[in-house]
Structure formats: structure tokens, C-alpha cells
């Protein structure tokens, strides 16, 4: 079972037997920037194109629609989809058929399409607007000229009562409205139905079942990869195979900027992996000779039948980061990594010249200040080094817990408190007060503290005894919690309402 949006679950096309649902109605695209015919088709009318191409020859598009998809002045929805299916019949339903259940009176049409086989005659008499039979238009409607589809008007018993002119909230339009009980009418107009059009797919018999196929370690999620010359893509541990889901025109694009992408990463792995050139230039000569073979064939990396084939794929961004690629002309120039050495190994020195580039050594490669780290660095004495770095106001003696730190540290955070602590440990620590001295924030009056109810600093039990005093609820309970960032504030079912909450910003939600 798959959850996700119609248009990107990867799905086999000519493959399933039925597409039955209830397609979202609206006046806007799907977000498909595919090159299907149908890509740009509003959404209900974009489900029939996608469900067209899912069904096998013969298979069965069933879907409730909007009568947009057979009242549309614009019959080129109704052409697309007669050129790929036969209309096996449709049952426009009354305005109001759903407002019981969805709280919408919109007119629906029931739509049963059958897949064409190919080579089978297109029949197209459903594609046109006629007006209204006589005898389909409501006594009481004064409209003579009220258009409907041409298949109604042949087969007016499937149409649930008689068409008017109604108001939809922007014009109005033609209007089924029936009186009657809904549920009997729909059961006879659905015994109209043909019967016998739907014939089973042949069984075929599979020479063999593939195993599952592991996922080489590190194998990025998402990822295409190429085994055994098809096309797989990475799926937790697994490889699942996408070869007979693909076009050969994906297949060939997608197996060759795999392969590019695994020179490049060769490439790249090894410049990381050596300080010398050793073969680095047959990497670069059979990354640039692939990436020639496929551009010849295929075009840029950048374009958009590549981007199409390959955008789901992570490494992607590397593809595009290869190529310096000109839209308007539709060109690419190679990037760096085709001609020299783009990345070096960082590699932790072993002396360096001056105090401050030992401590920077030692910051980086130590994580804190590592006097041993930094006397070996420089040969010379520790007690040099840090009386060195101590006087240039680079370092300072935390007394709280005897360790050195850098100034960006000991001189950052709550100053005061370490202020009071380095005057109390005697003259040796001179420096650390006159620096504190000139870091210290200024005082703020009560009068400018003004504290918000959510603030996170505020303990809860001040909170609670603040509703207590003020509120007089007596039984209010008042929690936070550091994980969700949230207060929870319960009080008496007598009180307005029974629990409130506050966001970690203080507003507060109801």
C-alpha cells in the first residue's frame, strides 16, 4: 500500500486491471512537472491521464468527477482521454447527492472508462456539448439553450432527473435537480451499465522470481544504482528493481549518470584519500570520457529530460555541480574537477611557529586547550607557552575547575558569577578580574524587567501561584515540559473551559 501524492508514487504503467475513486475536484494543476500530455490538466482531469496510463489495455478507470471533465467548453481533456479509452457509460448525479456526506452540493459525474487496446477504432461521440433534449429539461426552466454532453442527450436515462439553470456562486449553469429517492435511482441507472466488457489478462508464467538483492554498504536512500544491467533503486537495505518500469529512453539516461556519478565519487574519494597525484589523472581521464559519451547522446546534465530521469536521485546536485550549464544557449562547460585537484586531506600539523597558531592547533584538532598538545607543537616548555599565551589575554585559569580556556570561552556566559569567583582566589588571577571587569553587562532596573507569561526561565510553581493569587483557582495545576517546549495548565471543570497551553514564545493556544 502506498501513501503519498498521485503524481510522484512510482507506480508500473499497462500494468493493473481497475483505478476506481473519487478524484479531488479543483481549478488548479497538479504538481507534476512531467512531459505527459496531461501534466498541465486541472486536477480531477489530471487523475484520468495518470490512471489511463496505469491501466493495462482493457483494464477499467472507474471515478467520480466533476461534470468540468464532460461540460468543458475546451474538449481537448475529453480528446485526450477518448484517444486512450472507450466510455462505457456515465451517470450524472443531482446537485446535492453529496451534501449529506461531504457538505457540498457540486454536480458529480460517475465515469467508466475501458482502456483501449492498441490498433482498436477511436470513437468520440461524447466529445461535444448539444443542447438539451425537451424531454431531459425541467418543466419549470425557462432556457431553451442550455448545453449538456452530446452522450446525455443520446442516453438521457442516466442523467438522475432534469436539468435547470442554476447558480453554482460565479454564473450560471446547466443544473441537474431530482426530487426522488437518490439511492433507488442510482441502483437502476448502474443495472443500464454494459456488462461483459471487462476480459481477464492472460496469466503469465514467470521463468523465475528474483531474490532480493542487498544494497551495497553506504549506499546513499533513493539512490539509483545499476545490477546486473538493470536498473535498481536503494530501498533500506534492498535494491528494488525499476527496469521494466522504465522506458528504454530512462533506462539508458538514468544507467548513464549513474555512472558518472560513480567516477566522479571515485574521483573525489580519492583526492580525500592521498596527499599525492598517484592516479589521479586516469580518475579524471575516465570521468571525462564518460561524461563526453553521455553529453553527445543525451545532452547536459542540467537539462530537463535529465533533471526528470535523475532529480530523484541524491546525488543529483553532484550531476549539476560539474557542469557550468547556459540556458539560454543550452551548453555546459566542464567544471574544475575534470582539469586539477579540487579537494586535499586536512591533516593535523606536527610544529608550528607562534603561541597563537598552537592554541588555534589545539582548539581545532583537542577541542579545548591542551597545554601538552601545544608545548609539543612549539618544543618549548609548557609553563613558556602558557605564560605566553596568558599575557597576550589569548587564555585565562578557570578557578572553577583549575583549567585553562580561551578567552572567547572564560570571557562569554555568566560573567558576573565568574567575576565574584576570580576577586575571591587572591592576586594570581589579576588578569581574569580586569578582563571580567570589562565584559560586565550592565544592570537592568526591576522597572525594565518585564517578564511574559510562557517565559521559559519562569519557574511553573511561581506561574501556579500567580493563577492562585490572582485567578483565585485554587485547584489550578500548572506543568512544563522542557521536551515538547510547552506548558500545560489544568483548573476546575467550573473555570472557563478545562486545559490551555503555551507555545515555548509565549503565545498562548486554546
Known sequence: MHIAPFEKVALPENWFDLVIGNVPFGNYPAADAGPKPYARFRIHNYFFGRALDLVRPGGLVCFITSTGTMEARDDAVREYVASQAELLGAIRLPRGAFAGLASTDVQTDMLFLRKRHPGEAVSG???????????????????????????????????????????????????????????????????????????????????????????????????????????????????VDLHDSLNATQRARIAGMCAIRDHARALLDAQLAQDGDEGLAQLRAMLGGTYDRYVSRHGCLSTRANA?????????????????????????????????????????????????????????????????YMARLLSAPQEEVLAALSEAGQIFLDPADDAWKTADDYLSGNVKARLKQAALSGPALRRNVEALERVQPEDLPPASIEPRLGAVWIPAGDVEAFIHDVLELKDCKVSYSAEAGAWSVTYPNGARGTTSRWPRNGARRG
Request: hydrophobic share 40%; charged share 25%.
Open 125 to 239: 461521440a461524447w466529445m461535444e456539448r448539444v443542447l438539451v433534449p425537451d424531454g431531459l429539461r425541467h418543466p419549470r426552466c425557462p432556457h431553451k439553450y442550455l448545453q449538456i454532453n452530446a452522450w446525455y442527450a443520446s442516453n438521457p436515462a442516466f442523467c438522475i432527473g432534469q436539468v435547470t439553470q442554476e447558480s453554482n456562486g460565479y454564473e450560471e449553469v446547466p443544473t441537474v435537480m431530482f426530487e426522488g429517492d437518490l439511492e433507488p435511482a442510482l441502483a437502476e441507472r448502474i443495472a443500464l451499465l454494459p456488462s461483459g466488457v471487462y476480459t481477464p489478462a492472460k496469466p503469465v508464467v514467470l521463468a523465475s522470481v528474483r531474490a532480493a538483492v542487498p544494497a551495497e554498504p553506504g549506499a546513499r536512500p533513493g539512490s539509483f544504482r545499476v545490477h546486473h544491467g538493470r536498473v535498481h533503486r536503494v530501498e533500506g537495505a534492498e535494491l
Open 308 to 372: 526528470l530521469a535523475f532529480r530523484r536521485d541524491p546525488d543529483y546536485p553532484l550531476l549539476l555541480s560539474l557542469e557550468h550549464y547556459a540556458e539560454e544557449s543550452d551548453t555546459a562547460r566542464k567544471a574544475a574537477l575534470f582539469t586539477q585537484r579540487t579537494l586535499r586531506r586536512v591533516s593535523a600539523p606536527t610544529a608550528v611557529a607562534e603561541p597563537t597558531e598552537a592554541l588555534a592547533a589545539s582548539v581545532q584538532w583537542r577541542g579545548r586547550v591542551d597545554p601538552g
